[in-house]
């Protein structure tokens, strides 16, 4: 069965720092993989996605992960970070090529310090 | 073009009663995807609906329940309601609900179960 492993839980920061916040994965075949956002009193929303080629995918509002095969990794990056970034983030997985359900980790709170 | 609707936003249920959720997708949207949101737990896949056929199921009891109408529109059903079923019902609607297409997800429904 698939499973997402978010290590941070919650992540505290201060404006202009850098920010990776760590996703794995297991499932040995072919993955999509994303990352979703709930901004404070909003709705989830897509951040970024991959499916296949470039394994450095570039998102909205300067983040972007990089898919590492090997290591089962989709990791979330912003070199610097805003306080308007303050928010939860959602690393998740689903087998590719198949109608299949999409998995989600636990979350990461992230808090930045003006 | 609207976003995903979900009634009720509150609801406060005793234990042993029944609760029934509804989600109204984006216009087009032919995919239903219902998750249960908790503190630590991060989203957790309760099941899909496409076409009026749930698709996916994911690792509930048979008190959770689904089903969606020939419009798209779903409903979810929680009988004989548990203290720990208390959390935030999110609904997320897709085109065809392949991992290819982005997931929008509604407002969600707070339920609290005393």
């Known amino acids: 069965a698939q499973s997402v492993s978010q290590h941070n839980h919650h992540v505290i920061l201060s404006e202009a720092a850098s920010l990776e916040l760590g996703c794995n994965y297991s499932?040995?075949?072919?993955?999509?993989l994303f990352w979703y956002v709930q901004y404070p009193g909003q709705h989830l929303q897509l951040l970024l996605k991959?499916?296949?080629?470039?394994?450095l995918v570039k998102g909205i509002k300067g983040f972007e992960a990089e898919f590492i095969k090997s290591k089962f990794s989709f990791n979330l990056r912003k070199p610097s970070v805003q306080w308007s970034d303050t928010a939860e983030y959602f690393c998740?997985?689903?087998?590719?090529?198949?109608?299949?359900?999409?998995?989600f980790g636990k979350g990461t709170r992230l808090h930045i310090l003006p | 073009k609207a976003g995903v609707t979900q009634t009720p936003r509150y609801l406060i249920k005793t234990r042993g009663q029944q609760v029934t959720l509804s989600c109204s997708p984006i216009?087009?949207?032919?995919?239903v995807s219902w998750y249960q949101q908790t503190p630590g737990q991060g989203l957790q896949f309760l099941f899909e609906?496409?076409?009026?056929?749930?698709?996916n199921k994911g690792n509930f009891p048979g008190r959770f329940s689904g089903r969606q109408f020939s419009n798209s529109r779903s409903e979810m059903n929680v009988s004989t309601l548990e203290l720990g079923d208390s959390a935030l019902y999110l609904c997320a609607s897709s085109l065809t609900g392949t991992s290819y297409n982005e997931q929008f997800f509604g407002p969600g429904t707070r339920l609290t179960v005393l």
């Open positions: 499932y040995g075949g072919t993955v999509n």
């Open positions: 609906y496409f076409s009026e056929t749930q698709r």
């Open positions: 216009s087009g949207h032919r995919s």
């Open positions: 998740a997985v689903n087998a590719g090529n198949r109608d299949d359900k999409i998995i």
């Open positions: 991959y499916f296949s080629g470039d394994p």
